[in-house]
Every structure is written in C-alpha cells, then in structure tokens.
C-alpha cells in the first residue's frame, strides 16, 4: 500500500461514528490550506481515520497545523439502478502537529520526569 503525505491547518474534527452491528468506527477531519497562505481558492480535504486510528485525533484541535499521512482506498458499489458506482477515501494512518518552517513538532517532556521525588535528586552518588 502507498503512502502520502498532505500537510496543512485543521478546519474541523468530527466526533467518533460508529456502524452497524460490527463495531466498525470512523471520524473525519477537514484539512485546509496552510495559515500562512496566500491561495486564492481554498482547498479543504477530508481524511477518514478508521477504528483504532480515530484516537489518533485526540490530541488535534482545530486551527493547529499538522501533516498527515494516508492511503488512497478505492470500493465498488453495485447495489444502485444506474450500474457500479466508484468512491474514493483517504484514510488517514498517522498525523503529527508541524510547527511554522514544516518540522515535525516536539513531542511535550515525559511525565517521568515529573514522578521523580526530589528528596532523591541530591543523594546520587556521582
């Protein structure tokens, strides 16, 4: 399976959708344009992250810029009078906050560091 990469500001995050019997799950997010653009014609996408990857966006919020990273699904539909129908998905696999420049954001320090007793800090030996 091929992998893409599209990267921009979050314009919407939908709630978490669930389906028939299954348990089968999905949640949407709009991506636009970069903030810092000047594009005349805005160019909002839609991604699906399917089951386990709908937390994924649990630590998104609208307005961040983030980089996606997908797979192009394709289905066949042939339960219409007007023959097969076609759709197309983009199924989000990993997103990663960005900062201004398009680097990968830090990830926040490990809350490790915060269980540490203080009164041991001292009493190390070297």
Known sequence: MAMYEYQGVVEEIGQTQSFGTSGFT???????????????????????????????????????????????????????????????DLTGLKIEKVDESGSVAPEPASAMASDVDSEFVDDVPF
Request: charged share 35%.
């Open 26 to 88: 999905k949640r949407e997010v709009i991506i636009g344009n970069d903030i810092d653009s000047d594009n005349r014609y805005p160019n909002p996408v839609k991604f699906t992250f399917k089951k386990t990857n709908c937390s994924l966006l649990d630590g998104v919020s609208k307005g961040e810029r983030v980089k996606i990273r997908f797979a192009i699904d394709g289905r066949r539909w042939d339960g219409g009078t007007k023959g097969p129908q076609y759709f197309v």
